[in-house]
Antibody, heavy 119, light 106 residues
């Protein structure tokens, strides 16, 4: 079964750090671009970051640039999001998603992991 | 950055209705437009890609059209399972943006 499973969310104080993981299974992980998308409580979807298939190229939303780092480990079939200098406005459910290049869209999504930034 | 504007924000409809949601891009994105359905507490689900191509397994009552800057998602006959929030999403030059969402309610 093609699957993405996020983990690592939780409660963190402003200014703190957290690392999210997204474990992939059921497909050749190293062949796909991967993304992080977040959704604040009661709000819409916001794209956060993207990494290409071999990890050599990354892109970030302006709101997280310089604070978040996306990476991947093909040996572990796992995607990461290192989040530093967290702010209250980073509070959201974070989803990892697979981009199918042929579709130009995100065809597989994880279940999401909640990150709450509060003192 | 390319902005995506969906309308309406909320849509009230009944089972069997034909429903149309519009998405406008702030600049041309060719056909790089996708539509997703999201239910409360769940991850989004891909419905339409490249503006008008139906994702595998998605019922044929869903259809998409448009190119350039104006796009539509149509549900030909609304079913009980279709009450959800719908998002458009563009891809252009290493930039990805979602619309603000359209909630389809009874």
């Amino acid at each position: 079964e093609v699957q993405l499973v996020e983990s690592g969310g939780g409660l963190v104080q402003p200014g703190g750090s957290l690392r999210l993981s997204c474990a992939a299974s059921g497909f050749p992980f190293s062949g796909y671009w991967m993304h992080w998308v977040r959704q604040a409580p009661g709000k819409g979807l916001v794209w956060v970051s993207r990494i290409n298939s071999d990890g050599s190229s990354t892109t970030y939303a302006d709101s997280v640039k310089g604070r978040f780092t996306i990476s991947r480990d093909s040996a572990k079939d796992t995607l990461y999001l290192q989040m530093n200098s967290l702010r209250a406005e980073d509070t959201a459910v974070y989803y990892c998603a697979r981009e199918d290049g042929a579709l130009g869209a995100f065809d597989i999504w994880g279940q999401g992991t909640m990150v709450a930034v509060s003192s | 950055d390319i902005q995506m504007t969906q309308s309406p924000s909320t849509l009230s409809a009944s089972v069997g209705d034909r429903v149309t949601i519009t998405c406008r891009a702030s600049q041309s994105i060719s056909s790089w437009l996708a539509w997703y359905q999201q239910k409360p507490g769940k991850a989004p689900k891909l419905l339409i890609y490249k503006a008008s191509s139906l994702q595998s397994g998605v019922p044929s009552r869903f259809s998409g059209s448009g190119s350039g800057t104006e796009f539509t998602l149509t549900i030909s006959s609304l079913q009980p399972d279709d009450f959800a929030t719908y998002y458009c999403q563009q891809y252009n030059s290493y930039s990805w943006t979602f619309g603000q969402g359209t909630k389809v309610e009874i």
